[in-house]
């Protein structure tokens, strides 16, 4: 999976930050019900209303990974716009777009 520069650049800097944040990620994935696919467009929505490129972009390759088609990323994308508003949905979608074509190819 990609794997940004400055966040590999990160884990090799402050190792034992970044092994804690790690941990922090599954123990609040194992916390309660809701299985990988249905975490990863939750993750998605958030990284969308905080208008996260990256986040959008990697939560997006996670949400494939964990069986989200891409109609269910999408509509995850779509049900931004009354929330965050049509400028912040539409720059998401974009990014999700981005990487929806790379996995086409």
């Given at each position: ?10 884990s090799e ?60 990323i999408v ?25 929806l074509k790379?996995?086409?190819?």
């Amino acid at each position: 999976m990609y794997l940004p520069k400055v966040y590999e650049k990160f884990s090799e800097r402050f190792p034992e930050v970044f092994k804690n944040y790690e941990q922090l990620g599954v123990a609040c994935r194992e916390a309660g019900p809701l299985d990988e696919k249905t975490q990863d467009l939750i993750k998605l929505g958030i990284a969308i209303g905080v208008n996260s490129k990256g986040g959008v972009m990697s939560h997006t390759r996670k949400a494939l990974a964990a069986g989200a088609s891409s109609d269910e990323i999408v509509h995850t994308v779509m049900l931004a716009l009354t929330t965050t508003g049509f400028p912040n949905m539409i720059a998401a979608m974009g990014w999700v777009d981005s990487v929806l074509k790379e996995n086409i190819e």
